[in-house]
């Protein structure tokens, strides 16, 4: 039901103040961050680049380049992102008049009062403007709903990036790692081919037993063994890697005779610079975004609160209209009309009342969601810094057990080509030996990707180009 108000009834209304909504999202941050590490990460995260946490980053920033360039999903984030500040700007444009102009002409026939048919022309010009008084703030609020929209959008493609771009290289990393670990276990097959032929002339010449050679040849088929399950790991991850660059998965026999790049190594600087959990929040895209859309929310509970008051629309008008069509713009063919029209739909049986509770509902969830994101990037933050800091300690314990096991492979070499002791005891050095080498790269392969999600966590930049 429409009705129009008087302009007492207006200001009684007009007196009414927009809906408190809950309080925002509350700040989460802990004072500071606990188990941090003694090495690793850049300082001023904010400007640096995640691969220059380590030493040759030059291969690893080409990764994270193509990604940015050409994964699929970054380029739908830009798309969205592209979307929402045309529709921002479409809100916004709406605040503003309309102004439209029209042109018109017609021929009729139509009888006159003593019943003769005459032909009539017609011929108009006019232009129209017309503007809804924002009176409760819903054109503004839906405006600035608008808006959020489109910076949460900005930073989801930010979030984006540094997702993608930190799940590219965690993925190169696995990838160096495991052609180490293939190199290490093809290395170690002529290693033990060359104790088996040692066995074999040994046993030829009587000095060595049936056990002995079988036992060797057990050990070269085990490492045999593992060949294919490495090179079969190395393909998945190269072809996941692939994918995330924009390109068609890459044949992995080809890219097998590839060169080998080292181990990522990791820059040693201070963790003192590390952005503090408040300022960390302050940075993370993903949070950022989540408080954006709770601000989006909060507009739209301001929208569905206002759109259960009256509106009032302004609209004028001037043309020129005459039989013929050069009498038009003359000063006696012109008209013109200014009119103003308040409307009210009161009586709806609750629905914009229900629309309201439903934004409101909508406002309190995009709060939660919010403050769920700052405690995953907190749980995020202080998770890569255990990790760093254990994979660190891990990575100086399997080095030292890697060389003492080559130590002892070397002389329980010695040992059996003298005689001292049997084929067992070198066997037993030589797997122990296998074992710790390929312990050593793995573990150097999780430091790296530990160092990396310390820089993800703290939403280090990856490259310039993702600004």
């Keep these: 039901m429409l009705v129009r108000l008087t302009p007492l009834a207006l200001a009684a209304l007009v007196g009414c103040a927009a809906p408190g909504l809950s309080q925002g999202p509350a700040n989460l941050a802990p004072a500071k961050f606990a188990q941090l590490p003694a090495i690793d990460a850049q300082p001023g995260l904010g400007a640096a680049t995640m691969t220059a946490a380590f030493v040759d980053s030059a291969q ?57 048919f005459n032909n009539f022309n017609s011929y108009g010009v006019n232009a129209t403007a017309g503007w809804e008084v924002d009176l409760w703030g819903r054109a503004s609020a839906t405006a600035q709903a608008a808006g959020y929209d489109a910076q949460s959008a900005a930073q989801d493609r930010d979030a984006a990036a540094l997702s993608l771009a930190g799940t590219a290289l965690n993925l190169q990393a696995q990838l160096i790692g495991l052609g180490h670990r293939l190199a290490l276990a093809k290395e170690t097959l002529v290693v033990q081919n060359q104790l088996l032929d040692l066995v074999k002339a040994r046993v030829g010449a009587g000095r060595g037993t049936a056990l002995d050679q079988a036992r060797a040849e057990a050990l070269v088929a085990q490492t045999s063994a593992s060949v294919p399950a490495l090179r079969n790991a190395a393909c998945l991850v190269r072809l996941q890697l692939d994918v995330l660059r924009g390109q068609a998965p890459a044949d992995c026999d080809k890219a097998d005779s590839d060169p080998l790049p080292a181990m990522p190594e990791p820059r040693l600087v201070s963790l003192g610079t590390l952005p503090d959990p408040a300022a960390l929040l302050g940075a993370r895209p993903d949070v950022k975004a989540a408080a954006t859309r709770a601000q989006a929310a909060a507009s739209r509970a301001h929208v569905a609160w206002a759109a259960r008051w009256p509106s009032l629309g302004l609209t004028g008008q001037i043309g020129w209209s005459a039989g013929r069509a050069g009498d038009l713009f003359k000063s006696g063919t012109q008209i013109h009309s200014i009119a103003a029209a308040l409307n009210w739909n009161f009586l709806d049986f609750g629905a914009r009342k229900a629309e309201e509770t439903a934004a409101r509902a909508g406002f309190d969830a995009a709060v939660a969601a919010a403050e769920q994101a700052q405690l995953t990037a907190l749980q995020d933050a202080q998770g890569s810094l255990s990790t760093l800091r254990e994979t660190e300690l891990q990575a100086a314990a399997q080095a030292a057990a890697a060389e003492a096991t080559a130590r002892a492979r070397e002389l329980a070499l010695k040992r059996y080509e003298a005689g001292v002791t049997d084929f067992y005891s070198l066997l037993q050095a030589e797997q122990d030996r296998l074992a710790a080498q390929d312990a050593l790269i793995q573990v150097q392969t999780n430091r790296a990707s530990a160092l990396l999600g310390v820089h993800k966590a703290f939403a280090a930049r990856l490259t310039a180009s993702a600004s």
């Design 60 to 116: 690893l920033q080409r990764v994270v380049d193509e990604v940015l360039a050409n994964n699929r999903d970054l380029r739908a984030a830009a798309a969205r992102l592209k979307q929402a500040e045309a529709l921002a700007d479409a809100a916004g444009a709406r605040r503003l008049p309309t102004v439209s102009a029209g042109a018109n002409a017609s021929r009729q026939r139509a009888p006159n009062d003593q019943g003769v």
